[in-house]
């Protein structure tokens, strides 16, 4: 996935209205819509994407996009 | 022989604690956000002195009404908010309500998997020809468990209870389970303390959950990322595995009722297995999630609203705590 539809899918998934973008140096934990329930979204979103399955004590070590994206793996990314 | 669900009773408590309330307890707790994401708007709370025995009797007493209490000749009660750890609570059930002596009454201690687990017994006891009527209840006070600052566990989780009549009939009425258990998981949803490993602390330490809200080692964990991947994983099999043991595909199922964890993550579920919307039960609105008793609450629901008619197919699926899960495909 191209990281600029990464970004769009995230502002969807998360349902971001407080910032107007996002991109890797975006810090999610900053966000006022980065909650437990946006997490459960977030791994929706990363099964239905990518099939992949985040371990739970993982998403305590997310900060920015970037961190998202690695844990993802940076294979499933083009820039 | 089969065994049929015959009537569901319902109680839920009096005190109702709505998403405004929450909303004036904790800051930058969004009212509006919580209902359209986790699908609750209320969810109802026990009172300070009632525990999750007072509520299946009053579920029991719901649907024992027009009933003969000699008809039942055994008690099933399934909770994790148990009166005593000593004795068990079905027993103090079958006084309550005034049942005959020859009744047989077990406790089984699951969370969300509870009710598909309780028909898989109460139909074995009919096959073995050791009961004709089963009272199966399923009750909890979960609130009880949640630290008062929790708030995303005091979102989710309300108090509940349901009593379920199983009987023996000609007609096929609950068919075939698939069962599952991964205890690796156990740590993932727990009260860790309070039973025979860790005693109760009186000075556990406050734990923050990292999005605002604060427990302690002897209210409820819940690992809600763990959980989640549990469910993507287990449930998705259980459903077709229940199908494949019934010879079944999801077009002959009239209508599929999972248990009601929060609305985001049941709708995941029902858009990953594929199951239509319309044949689909989701309804928290007015409870939360009240672990076991949310299937047999959304069965009486569907029932009554005639949503689901006589002789209707409906697939049920619990899984949580345990980790536990359970499928079967009920006849109404």
């Known amino acids: 996935m191209k990281k600029t539809e990464f970004y769009d899918l995230l502002m969807d998934t998360l ?5 107007d973008a996002v991109d890797e140096s975006t810090d999610l934990t900053d966000l006022e819509e980065y909650d437990s329930l946006a997490v459960l979204s977030l791994i929706a979103m990363i099964d239905e994407h990518f099939s992949k399955r985040i371990p739970g004590t993982d998403f305590q070590k997310i900060t920015t996009v970037q961190s998202l994206m690695d844990m993802i793996g940076a294979g499933s990314f083009e820039s | 022989m089969n065994a049929v669900i015959q009537k569901i009773g319902v109680y839920l408590p009096e005190t109702v ?13 969004n009212s509006e956000k919580v209902e359209k994401r ?9 009172g300070e002195n009632e525990t999750a025995l007072d509520l299946a009797e009053k579920a029991c007493r719901d649907v024992l009404r027009d009933e003969d209490p000699e008809s039942v000749d055994f008690v099933i009660l399934c909770t994790q908010s148990p009166e005593y750890y000593l004795p068990t609570g079905a027993c103090i059930l079958q006084d309550r309500l005034g049942l005959s002596v020859r009744t047989g009454a077990l406790d089984i201690s699951l969370g969300c998997s509870g009710f598909v687990y309780g028909l898989a017994l109460a139909k074995s006891f009919m096959a073995s020809d050791t009961a004709d009527r089963v009272l199966l209840v399923t009750s909890d006070v979960m609130t009880r468990h949640l630290h008062p600052r929790d708030r995303a566990n005091r979102t989710i989780f309300g108090d509940g209870a349901a009593a379920t009549l199983v009987g023996r009939s000609d007609r096929e009425g609950i068919l075939n389970f698939s069962l599952g258990t991964d205890g690796s998981g156990f740590r993932n949803l727990i009260v860790p303390n309070g ?4 005693r109760y602390d009186p000075d556990a330490p406050d734990i923050a959950d990292g999005f605002g809200g604060t427990r302690t080692d002897n209210h409820l964990y819940m690992n809600g990322p763990e959980i989640f991947n549990f469910t993507i ?9 229940v199908l494949e043991k019934n010879e079944m595909t999801l077009e002959d199922v009239d209508y599929v009722i ?3 964890a929060n609305k985001y993550m049941v709708e995941y579920l029902r858009k990953k297995i594929g199951i239509p919307h319309e044949k689909f039960y989701l309804n928290m609105l007015y409870t939360g999630n009240t672990v076991s008793a949310t299937i047999p ?6 029932m009554k609203q005639g949503i689901v008619k006589p002789g209707d197919t409906v697939l049920v699926s619990g899984f949580g705590v345990g980790y536990s899960w359970g499928a079967t495909i009920i006849k109404i």
């Open chain 1, 15 to 19: 349902e971001i209205e407080s910032v």
């Open chain 2, 17 to 29: 604690l709505t998403n405004d309330a929450l909303a004036r307890e904790f800051e930058d707790w």
């Open chain 2, 38 to 46: 986790a699908g609750i708007r209320e969810r109802h709370v026990a």
């Open chain 2, 195 to 198: 039973g025979m490993r860790h």
């Open chain 2, 233 to 241: 994983d287990a449930v998705p099999k259980t459903v077709a595995d």
């Open chain 2, 297 to 302: 609450i959304g069965l009486n629901d569907v």
């Open chain 2, 258 to 260: 999972f248990h009601q």
